[in-house]
């Protein structure tokens, strides 16, 4: 049977072949029916998202409480799911320049809206230990990055990504220019 690489896509009008996609063709049948599933799934990605917030950040909540980060220009950073039909997968990245007198300050990322889930590994956290900036008892400024995936669910609402910090001890804790980053990867069933 022919190869039928002539046939016009239906959307732009431009000439496609299941080999473009790296699908071997060996049925017209089948090639078509291939050409049409890539057409309907071809969907455009959201593009990514940057929360900042500029300045120091004397940082002293409660100890061994998770708070919003105390910013005149941080607000919050919020990502939807354009898709009716597949699930958006995300690399969720954030950071700051971190210090912290005496015990530890933390850095993480609570979730609201279609998505919940706290900052904290130890309870409901995307992120693991391993993921979360932390800076130990050092009075000079580090920078700190984490980051985890999160798959946002067809049909869900908008996820807010709020940044926040945890100090454990008394003393100065800073968590300068903290970021949250949202870059959408891929489409998926």
């Known amino acids: 049977m022919g190869n039928y690489d002539d046939i016009a896509a239906p959307v732009s009008g431009q000439p496609i072949s299941a080999g473009m996609f790296g699908i071997p063709v060996r049925n017209a049948v089948r090639d078509l029916d291939v050409r049409v599933a890539l057409l309907e799934a071809?969907?455009?990605?959201?593009?990514?998202?940057?929360?900042?917030?500029?300045?120091?950040?004397?940082?002293?909540?409660?100890i061994n409480t998770w708070s919003n980060l105390p910013t005149s220009t941080w607000g919050t950073v919020q990502m939807t799911n354009p898709s009716p039909d597949f699930d958006l997968m995300c690399l969720v990245s954030f950071g700051a320049w971190m210090s912290s007198t005496s015990g530890s300050v933390r850095m993480g990322v609570l979730l609201t809206g279609g998505v919940s889930a706290g900052p904290d590994p130890?309870?409901?956290?995307?992120?693991g230990w391993g993921m979360m900036p932390l800076e130990g008892a050092n009075s000079q400024l580090v920078q700190h990055a984490g980051s985890f995936s999160l798959i946002i669910p067809k049909g869900a609402a908008a996820v807010t990504f709020t940044a926040q910090g945890y100090r454990s001890a008394t003393g100065t804790h800073n968590i300068n220019f903290p970021t949250i980053e949202i870059t959408p990867i891929r489409f998926q069933p």
Do not use: C, T
């Not at 071809?42 to 909540?61: C, E, T």
């Not at 130890?122 to 992120?127: D, I």
């Open 42 to 62: 071809a969907q455009v990605l959201p593009l990514s998202l940057r929360g900042a917030a500029a300045g120091n950040n004397v940082f002293a909540p409660a």
């Open 122 to 127: 130890a309870v409901n956290s995307v992120a």
